[in-house]
């Protein structure tokens, strides 16, 4: 089983919908979770951070659900530029290195 | 804004050769990293140093060796290029306890 799982996609959505993202992981001991964005043919940049109570940045909210080791995004009113490349990090303990899941893809068109 | 800078966009060698990617990093971050990322596989640790000196092997090294001379500089070194090393090559920087990264803009390596 891999470390951090995630659904490959593409998700294509219309702008203006709302749209889910799950990543599974399979280290009950990891301690820190991450969202990175990742455009076409360019490098991954942190989205947001993942916090036990769940956190939201604009349009985006992430939550964490330790008993069933998942974490997620949602992402409300797509835009076009939200079109990218979704990847899952997991952190298994502190000083650890970072574990990334192979992305999922989302496509939102006009 | 941290400027993480790879030497080259694009590399194509021949197997057998020896390969340097070299990275560079501006805001004095004590990690520096080297990812792969191949399609389907995702990013995958080669190595990784938190000092001047010092390196740490990740997921895959075999096939590579890396070099930090200088806290800015991060390099990676494929002994003798094979057509399995043929991906995209990122290399990141952070400080602390790794968990923001900042990445550069990566190296696409052909090994014909």
């Known amino acids: 089983r891999k470390e951090v799982e995630q659904d490959p996609g593409p998700f294509n959505v219309p702008e203006g919908a709302t749209v889910a993202f799950n990543c599974t992981y399979s280290n009950s001991a990891s301690q820190s979770f991450f969202w990175y964005r990742q455009d076409c043919r360019k490098e991954p940049k942190l989205l947001m951070s993942v916090y036990s109570s769940g956190n939201e940045d604009g349009r985006f909210t992430a939550q964490l659900n330790r008993a069933s080791q998942y974490i997620s995004l949602l992402i409300r009113d797509s835009k076009l530029s939200d079109s990218a490349t979704y990847l899952c990090v997991v952190k298994a303990s502190s000083g650890d290195k970072l574990t990334f899941g192979t992305g999922t893809r989302l496509a939102v068109r006009p | 804004d941290v400027k993480v800078t790879q030497s080259s966009r694009y590399l194509v060698k021949r197997t057998g050769e020896k390969v340097f990617l070299e990275c560079v990093q501006d805001?004095?971050?004590?990690?520096m990293f080297w990812y792969r990322q191949d399609p389907g596989l995702g990013l995958r640790l080669i190595y990784f140093s938190y000092d001047v000196k010092m390196k740490e092997k990740g997921d895959i090294p075999e096939g590579y060796s890396v070099s930090r001379e200088k806290k800015e500089r991060f390099s990676l070194i494929l002994e003798s290029a094979s057509t399995n090393q043929t991906s995209m090559y990122l290399c990141a920087s952070s400080v602390g306890g790794y968990e923001k990264l900042f990445f550069g803009s990566g190296t696409q390596l052909s090994v014909l």
């Open positions: 805001m004095d971050h004590e990690n």
